[in-house]
T-cell receptor
């Protein structure tokens, strides 16, 4: 089945630790996105990539980093500089910039 | 940047009732999507509707681009319709911007 796979579903981070969230798609989409959702809130854009080897910061990029070395993969690293990382993280992809976005099932990150 | 406002913020319905959710946006758009986020957090595409009207079963949506609003209609609501409904738009080269959502609770 074609789709977007995020892993892990749940992740715990210790103070001072970097963690990486995985996002893989087999839809042959060019564009990929990372969003953060806090409880009871909407989605905020962290980073996006319109093409391989290129990505741009979204509204809340501080404390996060990404890479786009392969079309199907867009991993997100939550660094120790992100002081409040507890949230629900959603990855999405779309055929191109103005086409519908499709979402993975998300990763819940918590601080130990 | 473009602003997106959704109303109402919260809605409680008896099973079988109909409802209308509204999304207002501040600029012309080239993408408008409606999503349903279920209680487990999954975000499900409902409609891609930058203009016009679409229907899918008990759900339908209308976007009037010239007046900068979109409506999502839910008929004969069921408990499985509960969750949060998001409207999201983008304009030109800007990223997709999400509204704050409408939280729907359908009571049996």
């Amino acid at each position: 089945d074609g789709g977007i796979t995020q892993s892990p579903k749940y992740l715990f981070r210790k103070e001072g630790q970097n963690v990486t969230l995985s996002c893989e798609q087999n839809l042959n989409h060019d564009a990929m996105y990372w969003y953060r959702q806090d409880p009871g809130q909407g989605l905020r854009l962290i980073y996006y990539s319109q093409i391989v080897n290129d990505f741009q910061k979204g509204d809340i990029a501080e404390g996060y980093s990404v890479s786009r070395e392969k079309k199907e993969s867009f991993p997100l690293t939550v660094t120790s500089a992100q002081k409040n990382p507890t949230a629900f993280y959603l990855c999405a992809s779309s055929l191109s910039w103005d086409q519908p976005q499709h979402f993975g099932d998300g990763t819940r990150l918590s601080i130990l | 940047g473009i602003q997106v406002e959704q109303s109402p913020p919260d809605l409680i319905l008896q099973e079988g009732a109909n409802s209308t959710l509204r999304c207002n946006f501040s600029d012309s758009v080239n993408n408008l999507q409606w999503f349903h986020q279920n209680p487990w957090g999954q975000l499900i595409n409902l409609f891609y509707i930058p203009s016009g009207t679409k229907q899918n079963g008990r759900l339908s949506a209308t976007t009037v681009a010239t007046e900068r609003y979109s409506l999502l209609y839910i008929s004969s609501s069921q408990t499985t319709d509960s969750g949060v409904y998001f409207c999201a738009v983008n304009s030109g080269n800007t990223p997709l911007v999400f509204g704050k959502g409408t939280r729907l609770s359908v009571i049996a």
